[in-house]
């Protein structure tokens, strides 16, 4: 079992910038791959970005390619999602994600955390 835990959202103005972070534990092995998720008020819930554990190799959606920058750090056992130049369409609930094995799902999800940007 992996459990996660976000935090860094907040309140910000459109072109201003906010750092995620994620914090997996409860599991002795590495994950596979952690991922970024957010859900919009009346949307589903979209992918925005990814990385695996061990090679580090991202992966982003378009609406956030070039804005938006994924890392983690393996000694600090953390992941990281840098989000600059945000839009007011960035509002959403964001949610760390955490994978096995590249033959599965998401299978581990936390509890979000708000990012707001005002116009």
């Known amino acids: 079992q992996v459990q996660l835990a976000e935090s860094g959202g907040g309140l910000v103005q459109a072109g201003g910038s906010l750092t995620l972070s994620c914090v997996p534990s409860g599991r002795t092995t590495s994950p596979y791959e952690m991922g970024w998720f957010r859900q919009a008020p009346g949307k589903e819930r979209e992918f925005v970005s990814g990385i695996t554990w061990s090679g580090g190799v991202t992966s982003y959606s378009p609406s956030v390619k070039g804005r938006f920058t994924v890392s983690r750090d393996k000694a600090r056992n953390r992941v990281f999602l840098q989000m600059n130049n945000l839009r007011p369409e960035d509002t959403a609930v964001y949610y760390c994600?955490?994978?096995?094995?590249?033959?599965?799902?998401?299978?581990?999800w936390g509890q979000g955390t708000q990012v707001t940007v005002s116009s």
């Open positions: 994600a955490a994978r096995t094995s590249s033959m599965l799902g998401y299978a581990y």
